[in-house]
Nanobody
Framework: QVQLVESGGGLVQAGGSLRLSCAAS???????????VAWFRQAPGKEREFVAV?????????RYSQSVEGRFTISRDNAKNTVYLQMTSLKPEDTAVYYC??????????????WGQGTQVSVSS
């Protein structure tokens, strides 16, 4: 298990940008480095949706959902045990609670065993 804490959410106007952070505790650092990390989001009344994933440290491969490709960028800073999601050109439909998760590289929530508590992103039109 990896302890994850998300931050960086907030309210932004359409077209704006936000950067979300997903930080692992120091005790979880080794496991975090060996894990793929993904961002998922869940809007009210909708199922949890894949956003982006980055592979374990040392083999940086990324994948994005079609809805965010070209607007969002996922990256990781191994020294800080942190994964980022840079979001640009935000749209009202990006409004959701964003969760980070650590586990096996995929776009399915079922392969991720550790989850953060979520951070709210709201985009106004």
């Amino acid at each position: 298990q990896v302890q994850l804490v998300e931050s960086g959410g907030g309210l932004v106007q359409a077209g704006g940008s936000l950067r979300l952070s997903c930080a692992a505790s120091a005790a979880s650092g080794r496991t975090f480095s060996a894990s793929a990390v993904a961002w998922f989001r869940q809007a009210p009344g909708k199922e949890r949706e894949f956003v982006a994933v980055i592979s374990r440290s040392g083999a940086t491969t990324t994948r994005y959902s079609q809805s965010v490709e070209g607007r969002f960028t996922i990256s990781r800073d191994n020294a800080k045990n942190t994964v980022y999601l840079q979001m640009t050109s935000l749209k009202p439909e990006d409004t959701a609670v964003y969760y980070c998760a650590a586990g096996v590289y995929s776009n399915s929530p079922g392969t991720f065993g550790s989850w953060g508590q979520g951070t709210q992103v709201s985009v106004s039109s």
